[in-house]
Structures are given as C-alpha cells and as structure tokens.
C-alpha cells in the first residue's frame, strides 16, 4: 500500500494539470494545461481538445508554454504563448539558449489557425525563423548564409537544404530579413501579454 501512495506521490510530482473550457465559434473546446519535472526538463504545456456530444474529446493543438532542460552551465529554452480573437488562435514560440548550450536552436515562430463550424482547424499561416546552433557551430549546414549572403550557386544551395530542413523540421515557412526582426518581436510582445495577464491573476 505504501508503495502505492509513494507511487502516486511521484507521479503527482512529475505532472499536474488544470483545465478549463471555452467556446469559439460556438464549438466547444477543452484547454488542458500540464506542468511536469522529469529529469533534467521541466516545463508546461498545454493541449487544445475538441468537445463533441457523445464524442470523446480529440486533441487538435499542443503548444509547449515553457520548458528548460539542461543544467545551469548549459541551457536549453523555450517559450509559448496562445491567444484567441474571434474564431482565430494565434500560437507563439520563443526558443532560446543559455550558457554553453551551442547546439540548442534560437528562434520564432507564429501560426494562426481558424477554428471551422464543425471545429475543426485551417491553418492560416506558420512562419519561423531558426538558427539551429550558435553562430559558428553549424558544421557547415549553411546556416552561416543567413548572416552572410551566398556567393555562388553552391552557397545558395546550401542555404536552400538548410532552410528547406528547418521548414520540415518546425512545419513553417522560414522568412529573413526584417521580416526575421519583425517575428522575433511580436513573440516577445505575447509573451510579456501573458506574463502580464498571469500577474493579475
């Protein structure tokens, strides 16, 4: 029996979660947010379920709200925020990197889905911009192009295969430039949205 309770104790440790639901579009949905500690990660995401009558609910989204894993020399990042307007959800990803933590990917990304009548989703849009290690540390993957403008066709190819890797990796269209800075800065502003919605509360 002890060993039940201990058990259980754990796994209450490892993961809590609290839920709520909302309606958009008059469909219902279950938003289930999960916090856990397992080894060296710790973090919450959360998961949007479809509710249907006489259905069991399906989950249709997950979003990773925060996770660090690693050690304090050496750090991997990443943060989430969603918000809802109208029949429009908007996820927002930041991923970071601390310390000696040169392989671990800098970036953003934004997508925006719009929830259908029957509740399903259609993705209206997914950009990301990523640097899959620190300036320097990329093997020659071409990820150096993005600080440097290629200068032949074997260059611009290298970039291609980088660029053509993060979008199947992340499920996003890679974007550069200003438009680069322009992402970056809009996930920072929803995250300080949320830090701030959390404070009052």
Not at 37 to 43: A, M, R, V
């Amino acid at each position: 029996m002890r060993q039940i309770f201990m058990l259980a104790l754990l796994f209450s440790q490892l993961f809590s979660a609290s839920t709520e639901e909302i309606i958009i579009n008059k469909q219902t949905f279950s938003v289930v947010k999960k916090s856990y500690d397992i080894y060296d990660s710790k973090g919450q995401y959360v998961k949007f379920y479809r509710v249907a009558k006489d259905e069991k609910p399906t989950s249709i989204l997950r979003l990773t709200l925060t996770d660090a894993t690693g050690n304090c020399a050496s750090r991997s990042l990443q943060d989430g925020a969603y918000e809802i307007e109208g029949n429009t959800i908007t996820l927002y990803t930041l991923w970071n990197r601390r310390g000696k933590a040169y392989l671990e990917p800098y970036g953003a990304k934004i997508q925006k889905y719009d929830v259908q009548s029957d509740g399903s989703l259609k993705e209206l849009s997914s950009y990301v911009y990523i640097e899959e290690t620190r300036k320097k540390h990329d093997d020659g993957s071409g990820m150096e192009y993005l600080f440097h403008a290629p200068k032949n066709k074997q260059e611009e190819d290298k970039l291609k295969e980088y660029v053509d890797e993060v979008e199947e990796k992340y499920h996003g269209k890679f974007i550069f430039g200003d438009e680069r800075k322009k992402l970056i800065k809009e996930v920072k502003k929803a995250l300080k949205r949320k830090i701030k919605l959390q404070w009052k509360h």
